[in-house]
């Protein structure tokens, strides 16, 4: 079955850095777009980044451009998310997802169909 497994949020200090992963399994990854969403309280589920299938094209979302950066290794079955200059608004859930539909790419949360357990990430000001 699919699992999504995402590990390194925590703790930091507006202007901070810290790295996520996910480690994917159960599906053809090389296939697949990944994105990266996050939930803050009380907010609904928003598109932070996506990557495409062979990590040449990406999408960010307005709010984090310039301060994060996504990546894949494919062999490895994983997605990264690095993320600099935090700021306190970023404190949030931060979930890894694959793309519903091999071969396409999307923002919008519907086009996900698997979603990992989610990381914390609090950046306190």
């Known amino acids: 079955q699919v699992q999504l497994v995402e590990s390194g949020g925590g703790l930091v200090q507006a202007g901070g850095s810290l790295r996520l992963s996910c480690t994917a399994s159960g599906f053809t990854f090389s296939y697949y777009t990944m994105g990266w969403f996050r939930q803050a309280p009380g907010k609904e589920r928003e598109f932070v980044v996506g990557?495409?299938?062979?990590?040449?094209?990406?999408r960010y979302a307005d709010g984090v451009k310039g301060r994060f950066t996504i990546s894949r290794d494919n062999a490895k079955k994983s997605v990264y998310l690095q993320m600099n200059s935090l700021k306190p608004e970023d404190t949030a859930v931060y979930y890894c997802?694959?793309?519903?539909?091999?071969?396409?790419?999307?923002?919008?949360?519907?086009?996900?169909?698997?979603w990992g357990q989610g990381t914390q990430v609090t950046v306190s000001s």
């Open positions: 990557i495409d299938r062979s990590g040449q094209t990406t």
């Open positions: 997802a694959k793309v519903r539909t091999m071969f396409t790419s999307t923002s919008t949360t519907e086009g996900y169909d698997y």
